[in-house]
């Protein structure tokens, strides 16, 4: 919709993994079972650029609100690297703490110490999915704005912190400031909310906001407002955006980029209009065929589903590409296709780029065959539990 | 004579700080085999609609005017027994919203879906018989009747729970949000088994979704809700083709697109009325871009072409 000229790359995760170990009991650990893990985000990798919007999608439980917490380090993080380019100031705290970004200016905030990831907090901030359960019931709106302001040190006097409150409350559209500022969260309706999340996160001028579900809670008359305002902001202050949806449509009006994420991996990635129009992967296929779009014909025709079964545990992940028990694709061509046979079930396809700025893990592009035969690209075959 | 009429219902809940009128003189109708969707956002009565339909309003809400008549029976006329004995379930039922995770959890799946045809007169073994085959309808294997509840997946418990709406039968099924907790692809397998119902057992469904998409799937009709009222009814032709009421049409132009150019969204400023206390006249006009002078009084509902309501003074001829 309002599309804007990128900017530099800000962001850059490599191979991210998290996964949550599960207990065992205790005859369990005497007779030396191995652990398990719930593999919620298993090596997925994608770069950010200034005022981009990128965005995950997928169904619940693939683990795209994991990753999203995950660059605020929210929850315990596996393996894997996260390289940022802070801002200058943040930079300077940063080196007067120890640390020292590479020639191009990136820290890797994955292995810093708590410490020193917390002036990074300023510059990576979220908006969550539920307005009515994210906002301090007990605290009015400008003490929870305030808060932020007091804790990353922004603002010398409280006049001076109420007015950056006051400026913020005008640029998410709550105007005018001073009638919003001493109400409580309960006066206000779904939509007031969820734009004083929004004037949270970005009171402190972050560089990256990760927006999870920010909309799917409010009612569809007002979505389109919030997301103005979101792409209103990413002009005003060059903010870049890791938006997590699992509504398609939304991602096409809003994202730059999208990844669809399937059971902890990125499955394919690309421009936001074309995959939606040109879906490369069996599983991108199956999710938007599954979606209503508001037409009256739709009531005539059952909906064809391109997919079978239900989503596996995220704990015993299927081997191979871990897509092949539900894939229609696998099983109409495993028969006619030696290749398709022997690797979709054994051998994890790898993301590659198969048209220009279009990457896909799937053995029906010959690129992706190409990558595995000749061994460019790692042959493990699925997650080890 | 149709299946379903209702006519100028109110539903009204008297709380200590006021009267909200959540459904405030609806009228409709239904016929055999019909199915009609009702959308609406949060907070528009439709889910009070359809629990007076059932009879179900929960305190301190009740029905204070208008009849709800199916075969021309006024049910609302009806004492609380009766309404139990022959209408609740016999004649129609309704998947609750979120009921998939109502499933009593100590109860094997069967034992929950054959309680009510136990009260209705059913041997045990009959019922039996009956859920298997229900649940063969909507499915499943039957083996799940052994099952409890944290066995199942979404999808599955939700199958359960539309099984459970047809036990005895009903002419009418109400589906209140059927979808919304669920995954696209399930969101879409569930909504394939209901058209399949609808068209094996000729069976009456009132859908009620926030979902203009959802909607499209299964409805016949549509009626658009806004603060307790019908602003606009049509068959889902008309209401998509030809928006009439400003609501609608900003209703439809709010929601993104799979497919086709990408047009900058609509919104509607503001937000719905205090159903304790709705503005005077339409009571969306202090919402509207179009409102004028004559939106201080009520509209009526206006037959604009054949089939095809619509509450505004736009279509009124003046």
């Known amino acids: ?385 | 004579m149709a299946l379903l009429e209702v006519e100028n219902l109110k539903t009204y809940f008297y709380t200590l700080r006021g009267v909200v009128r959540a459904v405030d003189g609806v009228s409709l109708t239904l016929e055999k085999g019909e199915t009609l969707g009702i959308v609406g956002e949060s907070g528009c009565g439709k889910s009070t609609l359809a629990w007076s339909l059932l009879r179900l309003v929960p305190p301190p809400g009740r029905i204070v005017d208008g009849s709800i008549r199916i075969d021309g029976q006024d049910i609302t006329k009806m004492s609380e027994s009766e309404v139990r004995r022959k209408i609740r379930w016999r004649r129609i039922s309704m998947i609750f919203q979120g009921a998939m995770n109502a499933l009593n959890p100590v109860y094997k799946v069967g034992e929950q879906i054959i309680e009510p045809m136990l009260l209705h007169g059913y041997s045990k073994k009959e019922a039996m018989e009956k859920a298997a085959e229900l649940i063969k309808a909507v499915g499943l294997p039957t083996s799940i009747l052994d099952r409890y509840p944290h066995e199942l997946s979404g999808g599955q418990k939700q199958r359960v729970v539309i099984a459970m709406s047809l036990v005895l039968d009903p002419d009418i099924v109400i589906a209140d949000e059927p979808t919304t907790a669920l995954d696209v692809v399930v969101q879409a397998q569930i909504l394939n088994l209901m058209k399949k119902l609808h068209w094996e057992r000729k069976m009456s469904i009132i859908l009620i979704t926030h979902d203009l998409g959802v909607v499209t799937e299964l409805s016949e009709k549509i009626a658009v809700m806004y603060a307790g009222k019908i602003v606009e009814f049509g068959t889902a032709d008309q209401i998509f083709q030809n928006p009439l009421h400003p609501y609608t049409q900003a209703l439809i132009r709010a929601v993104p697109r799979l497919k086709g150019d990408i047009h900058k969204l609509e919104y509607i400023p503001g937000s719905p009325p205090d159903l304790r206390n709705p503005p005077p006249g339409c009571r969306f006009a202090p919402r509207c871009k179009m409102a004028f002078e004559m939106c201080d009084k009520e509209p009526p509902l206006i037959e604009h072409e054949k089939g095809h309501y619509v509450a505004c003074w736009l279509y009124a001829k003046r």
């Open chain 1, 1 to 385: 919709m309002y599309r804007v000229e990128l900017g530099e790359e800000i962001l850059k995760v490599q191979d991210l993994k998290v996964w949550f170990p599960l207990k065992r009991g205790v005859i369990g650990t005497i007779l030396g079972k191995p652990r398990l893990f719930v593999h919620a985000v298993d090596g997925i990798s994608f770069n950010l650029r200034r005022r981009e919007i990128f965005c995950l999608v997928g169904e619940s439980g693939c683990g795209k609100t994991t990753t999203g917490k995950a660059l605020l380090r929210l929850v315990p993080i596996y393996s894997g690297k996260a390289y940022f380019k802070p801002r200058k100031e943040t930079l300077a705290k940063l080196e007067n703490m120890g640390v020292t970004p590479d020639e191009n200016g990136f820290v890797e905030i994955f292995g810093l110490p708590e410490k020193k990831f917390k002036p990074l907090r300023r510059d990576i901030q979220m908006i969550y999915q539920d307005p009515y359960g994210s906002l301090n019931p007990r605290f009015r709106i400008k003490d929870i704005l305030e808060e932020v302001l007091i804790v990353h040190k922004i603002g010398e006097t409280k006049e001076e912190r109420l007015d950056i409150i006051e400026r913020v409350l005008e640029m998410v559209k709550l105007t005018p400031p001073s009638e919003f500022i001493n109400r409580f969260p309960h006066q206000l309706s779904g939509g007031q909310r969820q734009r004083v999340a929004i004037a949270r996160a970005i009171i402190a001028n972050p560089s990256i906001i990760v927006a999870d579900e920010p909309v799917s809670m409010l009612d569809v008359s007002i979505r389109a407002e919030i997301l103005e305002v979101l792409l209103n902001l990413r002009k005003l202050l060059d903010t870049s955006y890791i938006f997590i949806t699992h509504d398609l449509a939304i991602a096409r009006y809003i994202c730059d980029r999208i990844a669809v994420m399937y059971l902890g991996k990125i499955v394919e990635l690309g421009d936001a209009r074309d995959v939606i129009a040109d879906p490369l992967h069996p599983y991108t296929e199956a999710l938007i065929a599954a979606i209503p779009d508001p037409d009256p014909e739709n009531r005539k025709k059952l909906r064809d589903l391109k997919i079978k079964g239900e989503v596996p545990s995220p704990i015993f992940i299927p081997p191979g590409c871990r897509f092949h028990p539900r894939c229609v694709y696998y099983d109409q061509a495993k028969e006619r296709d030696r290749d398709i046979r022997d690797l979709c079930p054994s051998v994890e396809p790898p993301l590659a780029e198969v048209k220009p700025g279009r990457y896909v893990a799937c053995y029906k592009h010959e690129i992706v065959r190409q990558l595995v035969k000749s061994g460019v690209a790692p042959t493990q075959t699925g997650s080890s539990q």
